[in-house]
């Protein structure tokens, strides 16, 4: 299929698809969107980057085009705002005047706003599930006009726990409704809960889910601790497109970020703790080249979508393997090559090893001497081997030390 205008879609909808520069459909739009089309369920498995969200989106879109009345058609649940905000970002896109704007009904965000969205008429939400359970639960939004349930990113929505939300939210829906569920990956807990919401599904797959793009140069480096801040700036210095950094917890990513900045970088920073209006403005501030950095939790490596991302830098390892494809993902998208960087220090030797069997993958080591490398200036520990105990009144309290300390303080 080479055109848009070859699927089964209304001409409004390709005139909007042209209009937004979107000529050729992806392998997994020009599968998805024909059988959607006719109202089949379908379970999907594709990579990240391959165009899942207008798989999804366009037949939606078409079947709002086509309902008579104000009510709510359609429902998409995924697990983050960031992708929340990407899908509602592409439906503004293409509605044009035919279509109501969506409502997004997300956390960190008045919930106000949100409702006036709904009573406004409109036929679609894109929510996470905490924001729309506790909606549902005070019976704010009616759902018993619902015709399509899209279930985006399942595998993540695992990951992080909705699970017994997303059961007890389908378990309102009505029963009579068509299902479209993506997932980059199909694990066995995942598949089951799938098979509860689905009938007779068209299963399309897509690639390998659990391998990096082949446009992905893979480096790793064994580094101590203390030197990854003096890699990772020459790695920055050496690469002038933008840069992704992902780190595991937040408020390592805080550190790492404050950091950088003491360097002269413009960095952004994304993760849980931040409020929905200072992720946006990291989004958009490395969207738009007004920082060339951004320091992130895995929060970052599912649904968001900034263009030209030249590398992808796992400061810290993944916490399971599957997020390093995702993390990766988010670098040679769209037929454009790409670079990510891991880091890993030599206890760390086996946790790679693991990840690279699990992901069937295998990165070039980079070779770099340690000599090469500044060290972190560390906070000196202090010296209690001369200190002289004070003598202690009986029932005084005692203040706990850690171990090491305890132990010469008492001789």
Known sequence: ????????????????????????????QAAAIPHAALGKD?????????????????????KLLQQTDSKLGALVLVPTRELALQIGRQYEDLRGKKLPAAALLIGGTAERAQLKAIRAGAKLIIATPGRLEDLLGRKLIAVDGLKTLVLDEVDRMLDMGFIPAIRRIVASLPRSRQTLCFSATLEPSVAHLIH???????????????????LVK????????????????????????????????????????EKLKRQGMNVSVLHGDRSQSQRNQA?????????????AT????????????????????PAIPEDFIHRVGRTGRAGAKGSAVTFF???ERSDLAKLERTLQLKMQRGKISGEELDREEQVKPVDVSSMVPMPVKPGARMMRLPGEVFQRYNG
Do not use: C
Request: charged share 20%; no cysteine; proline share 3%.
């Open 345 to 347: 220090s030599g206890m």
């Open 1 to 28: 299929m080479s055109t848009f205008t070859e699927l089964p879609i209304s001409l409004y909808l390709q005139t909007r698809l042209k209009s937004a520069e979107f000529v050729t459909p992806t392998e997994v």
């Open 298 to 317: 895995d929060v970052a490596s599912r649904g968001i979508h900034v263009d030209e991302v030249a590398q992808v830098i796992n400061y810290d390892l």
């Open 42 to 62: 379908i379970v999907a498995t594709a990579q990240t980057g391959t165009g899942k969200t207008l798989a999804f989106l366009i037949p939606v879109m078409d």
């Open 218 to 257: 893979l480096t790793a480096y064994e580094v101590q601790a203390d030197q990854k801040l003096s890699l990772l700036q020459r790695l920055l210095s050496s690469e002038d497109g933008r840069t992704l950094v992902f780190v595991r917890t937040r408020r390592a990513t805080d550190r790492l970020a």
């Open 283 to 295: 989004l958009q501030a490395f969207q738009h080249g007004k920082s060339r950095v951004l320091v």
């Open 196 to 214: 509860d919401y689905v009938r007779d599904p068209v299963r399309l797959s897509f690639g390998s889910t659990s391998k990096a793009s082949e």
